[in-house]
């Protein structure tokens, strides 16, 4: 359609949904197109009314909270199929997705499956998984109640940490998901999950213990439990950290 024949008032509302949309895009990870803060500027140039009676967005984009995307738990899931987007396709018996309370206030990020996940295609259900139940059993709730997932969906080989291309080809899954879910806090168990989450090289050691924001959402980095497991003595340091947790969800203790 060239663009004479296009009405100025709908012309502008594509333009600006179309900046919102790849700005979006580029926040969920998206790569390849041009989304950068230049163009994104360039577009909203271009949408500016040509005539006073077109009414302009109340708010700049940065004043904009997340918008929600409007994306449900199961169209994430569907969208992400019987995926081949990286290497640790090839080794896995089940996608590990996620499970839990789609309105949970509360949601917890692993590292990725291990080999009980694996088997079972269920998120922290081995030593770990045990390990973080009696967690939230102590946080007086249950797994029902929260949302669980992890950084990657399939297991990687032996239980190696997971590479950077292979976090980067599922992490617009977990951003989805978070988006999808909007909790109140997230908690990052370890250092996968807070790096990944909070988009920085920053040590677990450093990074845990405080929240940090998230669009809006706060996220609690803790001690893995598989780490707790091999270090019983930081147990501690993870109670305290769920205590403020606790305090932000107004759970008494
Ligand atoms: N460790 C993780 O990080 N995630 C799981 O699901 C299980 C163990
Ligand atoms: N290293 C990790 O990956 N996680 C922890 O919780 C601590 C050290």
Redesign the pocket.
């Known amino acids: 359609m060239p663009l004479e024949s296009l009405d100025a008032s709908d012309f502008t509302e594509t333009l600006l949904a179309l900046r919102n949309h790849l700005e979006q895009m580029a926040r969920w990870g998206c790569r390849g197109f041009d989304c950068s803060p230049a163009s994104l500027a360039l577009l909203q140039e271009w949408s500016r009314p040509p005539a006073e009676n077109v009414k302009a967005p109340a708010h700049s984009p940065k004043e904009t909270p997340l918008p929600s995307t409007g994306e449900t738990l199961e169209d994430i899931r569907s969208d992400l199929g019987e995926c081949r987007r990286c290497g640790l396709s090839a080794g896995r018996t089940h996608i590990v997705f996620g499970e839990g309370s789609p309105d949970a206030e509360l949601v917890f990020v692993g590292e990725g499956p291990g080999f009980e996940e694996d088997r079972s295609g269920r998120p922290f259900v081995g030593p770990a998984g045990e390990l973080l139940a009696r967690i939230i059993e102590a946080m007086k709730l249950t797994r029902e109640k929260v949302y669980i997932c992890n950084v990657v969906k399939c297991r990687p080989p032996e239980n190696r940490n997971p590479e950077p291309a292979e976090i980067q080809a599922c992490r617009p899954f977990l951003q989805r998901q978070v988006a999808a879910l909007r909790p109140k806090v997230i908690c990052a168990l370890?250092?996968?999950a807070a790096q990944t989450l909070l988009d920085t090289p920053q040590a677990?050691s450093a990074l845990r213990g405080h929240f940090h924001d998230l669009n809006g959402i706060k996220v609690m980095p803790t001690?893995?439990p598989s780490?707790l497991l091999r270090h019983p003595e930081y147990k501690r340091e993870v109670w305290a950290d769920m205590k403020k947790v606790m305090a932000l969800l107004r759970i008494p203790l």
């Open positions: 370890g250092t996968f677990i001690f893995h780490y």
